[in-house]
């Protein structure tokens, strides 16, 4: 079962836009990250933001935290072709070793 | 630096062939995991090890066994492979604790299909 589900599913804007991708969950949560997908890799570790915290930033992007409605958002400021991936939340449970990743949203970022 | 490191990179099998899949990280991560990605959906967890020495199930485990053989390698077995479980496969490690308190590293994975 998916704890964590992006919208949209799919975002295409013009490079220099701002990107932003959602993230909701069903249960109380203690840490939420986000990690990008390049075609035919690996994830990689955007940012981790805890239950206690409201709001991060790292470089072009900002995730907020909304703990009372269950629900996270990833902010991309002025967009680069490279941004081209796909993005997904990941959210732990109950202190447990395990994360549980979202179906991910595509972002597309057109030249 | 390596990171995360899986091979093979492509495998193609029939059904009731038997494969491992290695995994070996050069960070010294307790944690390790290893994963399955189908089309248009996110990951799912098929096993982890919090620890060396100790091994647990995750989501959906049927079908896998793991060895966690020391530190730095985590293997997948398929004992007796079925169409089903055509998809990639990615490993990952992270640091000591419990994971949703650590980023967690991963390889570019293994592309397994089944015929």
């Known amino acids: 079962s998916q704890q964590g589900e992006e919208d949209p599913q799919a975002l295409s804007i013009q490079e220099g836009e701002n990107a932003t991708m959602n993230c909701s969950y069903k249960t109380s949560i203690n840490n939420l990250q986000w990690y990008r997908q390049n075609s035919g890799r690996g994830l990689v570790h955007l940012i981790l933001i805890r239950s206690n915290e409201r709001e991060k930033h790292s470089g072009r992007l900002r995730v907020t935290l909304d703990t009372s409605k269950k629900s996270s958002s990833l902010l991309i400021t002025a967009s680069r072709a490279a941004d081209t991936a796909s993005y997904f939340c990941a959210t732990d449970r109950d202190s447990s070793y395990k994360l549980i990743f979202g179906s991910g949203t595509r972002l597309l970022v057109r030249p | 630096n390596a990171g995360v490191t899986q091979t093979p990179k492509f495998q193609v099998l029939k059904t009731g062939q038997s494969m491992t899949l290695q995994c070996a990280q050069d960070m010294n991560h307790n944690s390790m995991y290893w994963y399955r990605q189908d089309p248009g959906m996110g990951l799912r967890l098929i096993y982890y090890?919090?620890?060396?020495?100790?091994?647990d199930k995750g989501e959906v485990p049927n079908g896998y066994n793991v060895s966690r053989l020391n530190k730095r390698e985590f293997s997948l077995r398929l004992e007796s492979a079925a169409p089903s479980q055509t998809s990639v496969y990615f490993c990952a490690s992270s640091g000591g604790g419990e994971t949703g308190n650590q980023p967690q590293h991963f390889g570019d994975g293994t592309r397994l299909s089944i015929l």
């Open positions: 090890s919090a620890s060396e020495g100790t091994t």
